[in-house]
């Protein structure tokens, strides 16, 4: 693994940051391997952040390799909002050892690393899709290989330690079971939504009917449809 220094441009004035040199092998075969890729996302969580109360964190699930969360918790030390934890979430082990040599090199002790998928229920997953190198589209179906959990239990057992400011998720499909699985956070913390909207993998029919939260000041509302 090779690495070199970049400039993190969601800073008004750019810093340097240590990450993956994009000629290695490992950054070629894990596609998306830039901190730039969804910009308008990333810098839409920033925005957001910035205006958090103290000490609350950021779920970036659907971690992938950090570009995500590396970029979150760098920029937001540069600014002085090191209070702001981010919790980078990632079922496949290799990619969360990357995170942590990452965070190592740039010292990012407001960046943690949880290596296990989101779903609606502790259980065990298996890889259904993997598009040719692009690794940050995976999906995953119940099956023997990954562990997964909730975001709930995740917070319940200890593990996640902040209230929750921010929720981002990126599952390939996952995101509607994965905010099942989080309706006491949702509900307690009234945390800023970012999601994408994926079909379910192609030829996977689901009999779960979709939901959509809205989220209120002083309650959650769940809408089903």
């Known amino acids: 693994m090779e690495f070199k220094t970049i400039q993190n441009n969601y800073l008004k004035v750019k810093k340097p940051l240590i990450w993956g040199d994009d000629?290695?092998?490992?950054?070629k075969n894990n596609f998306p391997y830039r901190i730039t890729?969804?910009?308008n996302i990333k810098r839409d969580i920033l925005r957001y952040a910035l205006i958090m109360d103290k000490d609350k964190c950021i779920i970036d699930a659907g971690g992938h390799i950090g570009d995500g969360a590396v970029?979150?918790?760098?920029?937001?030390r540069e600014i002085?909002?090191?209070?702001?934890f981010v919790y980078a979430i990632e079922p496949e082990k290799y990619k969360c050892d990357f995170i942590e040599k990452i965070k190592e090199l740039n010292k990012l002790e407001n960046l943690v690393v949880i290596n296990c998928g989101l779903s609606d229920k502790e259980g065990t997953y298996?890889?259904?899709?993997?598009?040719?190198?692009?690794?940050?589209?995976t999906n995953f179906e119940e099956g023997d290989g990954f562990n997964f959990t909730t975001l709930d239990n995740l917070k319940k057992d200890g593990?996640?330690?902040?209230?929750v400011g921010i929720i981002h998720y990126d599952l390939e499909g996952m995101e509607q079971?994965?905010?099942d699985g989080s309706l006491n956070i949702l509900k307690t913390d009234k945390p800023y939504l970012s999601c994408e909207n994926h079909k379910r993998a192609k030829g996977k029919k689901t009999k779960r009917k979709k939901k959509i939260y809205i989220i209120f000041q002083k309650d959650i509302i769940i809408l089903k449809s």
Do not use: P, Q
């Open 23 to 27: 000629e290695c092998d490992f950054m």
């Open 37 to 39: 890729f969804d910009r």
């Open 71 to 76: 970029a979150f918790a760098h920029t937001l």
């Open 80 to 84: 002085g909002r090191e209070d702001i």
């Open 126 to 137: 298996k890889k259904i899709e993997v598009k040719g190198k692009n690794t940050g589209s």
């Open 159 to 163: 593990i996640i330690t902040h209230d």
């Open 177 to 179: 079971i994965a905010l």
